[in-house]
Structures are given as C-alpha cells and as structure tokens.
C-alpha cells in the first residue's frame, strides 16, 4: 500500500521503477543493494525514497566509517587548535558562548543568561553522566561530543545507503569545516542537535512520522531554532494534505515553547533585560547589520566597540535597559568573514545546488523528507549570518541542505553524470572547503589575507562551476531529459 507521501493526483501518474544492482571489485555481479526509485512518468524526478534490500548486511561497514572519519575530524580538530577548544572553567562567563553550557553542566543554571538558560536538555545530560560514572565534566563533554558525532556519521551514512550511495562518500560532506568548528567549541550542543535532527530525517525517509516528532521535541530542548525545522516541517505537510503531521509539529512547538518558558525562568534574563520576544526580534536585524554590511550598533548595556555617533532613546521608546544606542565605524572584515563563511563552509555545496536548482526540492514529487531539508537547510543557511557572532559556525546549520539533499541529487541522476559529479565535483567541494585555511586565513587574521583567500575561492568556483555545466550539458540525453524527462524505454 502507498504511504503517506502519495497523493490523488501521485497516483494517477504513472510510475517507472528503475532498478540497480551493485558491482563488486573484478567486474562480478554479486546480491549487492538492490534500491527502487520511484520516478514520475512526466517530470523525471524521483517521488519515493530509495528503499535499501536486505541482501547485504551493511551495518559493520556504516559503524566503521562512522568511527574513522569521526576520528579524522578529530585530528583535524587538535591539528587546527591544540586547545581542542575546551577552555578552562574558571574563565568569566561572558569571555565565550562555550562556557555558558558547562556552567549549566555545574548546576549553575541560575547564573546563566537567556537564551542560553533555555538548552538545559545537553548540559543536563552531561551532569547526569558525569554524577554516574564519577567522571569529569570535561572528560564527558569530549565523549558526548565524539559519540554524537559517530552516531551522526552512522545515521547519514544509511541515509547515503537508501540513496544508494556509498557509506565512504560521507567523509567528503563531513571532513569539512562545520563539524571541526564544532569540535572546537566543545561544550557547545551543536552535534548533539545535528545528531538528533540526522535521526529525524532518517525516520521521516523512512515514512516513520510519529517517531520523527517525538525526536523532534526532544531537539527542541536541545536548541530552540528547532522552531524553524518545526514551522518547515507544518508548512509543507499542510500543503502535501498531510494533516496530522502538521497538527504534530504545532504540538512540538507549544511543548517546546512551555518547557522553554520554564528554562528560561530558572536562568538571568537577558543582557539587555528586554522580554524575550523582542529580544530575538531586534536581534536578527542587528546581527544581520554588523556582520553583512559590518556596522555595529553600540548600547549601553554592550558598550562594545568605538561609536561614532550616540542617540538617547526617549522614554517612550526605552526598553528594558536600553537607554543609548551608538553606530559604530564600519568594520570591513565582519562581512568579508561572512561571505567566505556562506563560500567555503560546505565547499562548493552552494555551486551544486544552484547549479542543479531545475530539480526544484521544494517541491512534489519529492519525498517529504528532502522537501524539509532543502527549505529548512536553506533557511538556517542564510539566518546563520544573522543570529550571532560566530557565524562560520552558525551558518553551518544549514547542512541537511548540502549533506542530505545534495547527496539526494547526485543520486537520482544519470549513471554517467552522476558518476562525473562524484568523482571531480566533490572533489573540489572538498578542497575549496579547505582554501581558506590552506591560506592562513581565520576572523582574526589581516583583511588583505581574507582578500586573497577570497580570490582562490572565487577562482576554484569559476572553475567548478564550468566543471559542472559541461558535466551537466555533455550528459547523455541530458537537454532531452530536461524538457521531456527520462528516457523510459
């Protein structure tokens, strides 16, 4: 019987079942990973996730990639920083981010400002591990870090085997900048929240709602931008008729709104003491200002930077205790960070995706799951630069879009051309990611270093982008297929 992602009018198309099998070394065919695709008889563009055969037993292999590359990002990680980014705690809270989630782990959630208060599940879960097992705070940070990344790795990794993909093919998408940056702030719960999301997808694929939900809630009190995924996922399964999923992403977002409101009730309000919804409503504009176009605005509760103009607020317009806003001189290198970060954070996984923008994944037929993670991915993807300081962190959390639907993408097009993408593309993807430490260049090195690793990436994008329309335009049957879809025959 069809799932949930079928619709009246799905069904009244007809479907074409392509079938693969896989080839071992020395050119034998052997029972390998037999997948179905569903594609649509009109538009050519798969409609069902890949269903993987119980011929071969992958799970060995999916843990043994899962546990190399997550020790390569490892090294990676200590070779870039040798602090490995765990600061001592007796730092003052508000020197890092980083410290606010061990002193939660400490029991000290009442010295902790909004909105960090609000994601006590991760601090909360370390504390508890650390109590049981008599191990230090630090010490179980770094293994919670480093199994979320393995499970991580594991779960996108049968999410590449559903795609027909090949497990290995994971370590080109994560030995890239995002999940070392996130190695490097170690007490942050951003692999721990990927992890879960990771699982929430694979369920979705696998057309478990319930259980997707249900992990669902459990992000949320991880990090609260779980909001997004959540108003992502109720969109687009009202539109898809699917009724009761849209109903369950509005239960996950009042759940988490009650158990936020109570988090953040045990912590101190904000910095600048506004309500809560005001906050994040100024906060975006501001963010966005100081690291697009690299103006900062001065407050006297942030007296950070060098104004060169002040403006009292009257008291009509005061709010908590904002009482003088200021406009600081330009700093060039906020947005030179931020577009560097949007260039290189997944390597060339922008080019690929616009470059392949005719499959439209927002879209039916495609699967509910790649839907979510091309509107979600994109989203989170450009709000990074808009939501804090540290946005050659927070704009990696955009991944589902280039670790789940470009992978999704290379794997429904044809043998030949997909098999060009994978070998040359990802390459680059994976090399462009590196350019600009290659060159030396971090937030905090000089602008005319940024410049010139801005140049090497504009120069291997032209080149890659080149490599992919050729790739695309010498494809067999491919401006054909674009206008008539596959062949069918």
């Known amino acids: 019987?069809?799932?949930?992602?079928?619709?009246?009018?799905?069904?009244?198309?007809?479907?074409?079942?392509?079938?693969?099998?896989?080839?071992?070394?020395?050119?034998?065919?052997?029972?390998?990973?037999?997948?179905?695709?569903?594609?649509?008889?009109?538009?050519?563009?798969?409609?069902?996730?890949?269903?993987?055969?119980?011929?071969?037993?992958?799970?060995?292999?999916?843990?043994?990639?899962?546990?190399?590359?997550?020790?390569?990002?490892?090294?990676?990680?200590?070779?870039?920083?040798?602090?490995?980014?765990?600061?001592?705690?007796?730092?003052p809270l508000m020197v890092t981010d980083n410290i606010t989630y061990f002193k939660m782990a400490q029991g000290e959630t009442s010295q902790v400002m909004?909105?960090?208060?609000?994601?006590f599940l991760y601090p909360f879960l370390v504390r508890c591990f650390s109590q049981a097992t008599g191990l230090s705070l630090r010490t179980v940070f770094i293994l919670?870090?480093?199994?979320?990344?393995?499970?991580?790795?594991?779960?996108?990794?049968k999410i590449f085997v559903l795609f027909d993909l090949p497990p290995w093919m994971v370590a080109v998408f994560i030995l890239t900048p995002f999940p070392v940056v996130c190695l490097q702030n170690g007490y942050m719960p951003d692999l721990f929240h990927?992890?879960?999301?990771?699982?929430?997808?694979?369920?979705?694929?696998?057309?478990?709602?319930?259980s997707a939900l249900v992990v669902l809630a459990v992000a949320y009190m991880a990090r609260e931008n779980t909001l997004v995924l959540c108003l992502v996922l109720g969109l687009i399964a009202w539109f898809r008729k699917l009724r009761r999923v849209a109903l369950g992403s509005g239960l996950v977002i009042l759940y988490g709104t009650v158990f936020g409101s109570w988090a953040l009730s045990r912590g101190q309000p904000n910095l600048h003491r506004l309500p809560d919804f005001l906050y994040l409503a100024l906060k975006v504009p501001h963010q966005f200002l100081k690291n697009v176009f690299g103006f900062r605005i001065w407050t006297n509760t942030?007296?950070?930077?060098?104004?060169?103009?002040?403006?009292?607020?009257?008291?009509?317009?005061?709010?908590?205790?904002?009482r003088?806003?200021?406009?600081?001189?330009?700093?060039?290198?906020?947005?030179?960070?931020?577009?560097?970060?949007?260039?290189?954070?997944?390597?060339?996984?922008?080019?690929?995706?616009?470059?392949?923008?005719?499959?439209?994944?927002?879209?039916?037929?495609?699967?509910?799951?790649?839907?979510?993670?091309?509107?979600?991915?994109?989203i989170a993807y450009f709000l990074g630069t808009s939501v804090g300081d540290g946005v050659d962190r927070l704009i990696g959390y955009g991944w589902p879009l280039f670790w789940i639907g470009v992978p999704y993408l290379l794997a429904v097009m044809k043998q030949h051309h997909r098999d060009v993408l994978v070998n040359q593309s990802l390459l680059s993807l994976w090399i462009v990611a590196w350019i600009p430490t290659f060159m030396g260049y971090t937030r905090f090195t000089s602008f005319s270093t940024g410049m010139l690793a801005l140049f090497a990436v504009m120069v291997a994008y032209g080149l890659t982008w080149?490599?992919?329309?050729?790739?695309a335009d010498a494809a067999p049957g491919s401006n054909e297929e674009r206008e008539n879809g596959p062949d069918r025959t």
Not at 55 to 66: R, Y
Not at 304 to 312: C, D, I, V
Not at 358 to 363: C, E, I, M, N, S
Request: net charge positive; with cysteine; hydrophobic share 50%.
């Open 466 to 471: 080149r490599l992919v329309l050729r790739t």
């Open 302 to 322: 942030l007296p950070y930077g060098e104004p060169f103009a002040k403006f009292t607020l009257p008291d009509y317009l005061r709010a908590g205790d904002v």
């Open 324 to 378: 003088v806003l200021g406009l600081c001189y330009p700093e060039w290198g906020l947005p030179l960070l931020t577009l560097i970060s949007l260039l290189t954070l997944f390597g060339t996984g922008p080019l690929i995706v616009w470059s392949m923008r005719r499959f439209k994944l927002w879209k039916e037929p495609h699967p509910l799951a790649i839907q979510i993670a091309f509107v979600y991915g994109l």
């Open 1 to 91: 019987m069809p799932g949930p992602f079928f619709s009246n009018r799905t069904l009244a198309n007809s479907c074409l079942f392509i079938r693969r099998e896989c080839t071992l070394a020395g050119n034998e065919k052997r029972p390998g990973p037999e997948i179905s695709i569903r594609v649509m008889a009109r538009s050519g563009v798969p409609h069902m996730t890949p269903t993987l055969s119980k011929t071969l037993n992958v799970e060995p292999i999916l843990w043994l990639v899962a546990v190399s590359v997550t020790l390569a990002a490892m090294a990676l990680a200590i070779l870039l920083d040798e602090t490995y980014a765990y600061p001592p705690p007796e730092l």
């Open 114 to 119: 909004a909105p960090f208060s609000r994601r």
């Open 144 to 157: 919670f870090d480093l199994s979320s990344l393995v499970l991580l790795i594991y779960l996108l990794a």
């Open 194 to 210: 990927a992890m879960l999301l990771t699982l929430f997808f694979l369920l979705v694929l696998r057309e478990k709602l319930l």
